[in-house]
């Protein structure tokens, strides 16, 4: 019997945008037949200043039983997609945090030969996602990984316009997340399935 496709989805978001791009990717990888784990980094704001912010409160309280990602949880993945929100034009501090834990792993050679793909979010349309997805890059190469970026390889793409990664924004936290970044996360997700199962059936 075939072995199902690891896939492991690791975000940060604060106020939610970023975590809704994650749920779709998860939700695609596993209707594509994946085995998928969804995991959430710590947050690093203090307590009150999460909760003095509505819509930050919120998605902590509505992420609340997605589990924190592990260094094992990289480990075991064939695939890794990792999300974060565009702060300053580069990845936040939360998302940063974990990648510095992955050190001894990387010193293993455990990160290397999977694949690993970016999604973001911006407040604005030209507020850094790229500079963002392409910061993500810098890790995945670090780590020997195989980066899978989406491209324009299917029309949903000409929609969203990032071939680096899903990228939404959110137009100052007024826009959620609507059908143009779910249709492309979906292609994301269904690319790096699809691809990850062609890598590990030509490697095992
Ligand atoms: C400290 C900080 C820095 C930010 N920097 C940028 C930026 O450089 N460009 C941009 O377009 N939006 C920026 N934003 C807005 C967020 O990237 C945007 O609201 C994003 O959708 C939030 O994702 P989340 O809802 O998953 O937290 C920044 C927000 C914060 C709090």
Redesign the pocket.
């Known amino acids: 019997m075939e072995t199902a496709v690891k896939v492991t989805v690791v975000y940060?978001?604060?106020?939610?945008?970023?975590?809704d791009i994650a749920r779709e990717i998860a939700v695609t990888a596993e209707k594509a037949g994946a085995e998928v784990r969804l995991r959430r980094v710590a947050e690093l704001a203090p307590r009150e200043v999460v909760e003095s912010q509505p819509?930050?409160a919120a998605?902590a309280a509505a992420t609340a039983d997605i589990p924190l990602a592990t260094v094992e949880d990289v480990v075991w993945a064939d695939a890794v997609v990792m999300g974060s929100?565009?702060?300053?034009?580069?990845v936040?501090a939360q998302l940063k945090q974990f990648l510095d834990t992955l050190g001894g792993a990387w010193q293993r050679g455990e990160l290397a030969d999977k694949i690993y793909s970016g999604f973001?979010?911006?407040?604005?349309a030209?507020?850094?996602?790229e500079s963002t997805l392409l910061a993500l890059m810098h890790s995945f190469h670090h780590f020997g990984g195989i980066v899978v970026a989406p491209g324009f390889t299917h029309p949903d793409k000409f929609a969203d316009g990032n071939p680096y990664g899903t990228a939404?924004?959110?137009g100052?936290?007024a826009v959620p997340v609507g059908d143009v970044t779910r249709n492309a996360a979906r292609v994301q997700a269904e690319r790096v399935v699809r691809l990850a199962g062609a890598l590990t059936a030509a490697t095992s």
């Open positions: 940060y978001s604060a106020t939610g945008h970023v975590a819509a930050w998605n929100p565009t702060r300053f034009g580069n936040a973001t979010s911006t407040g604005s030209h507020g850094g996602n939404h924004h959110d100052g936290g």
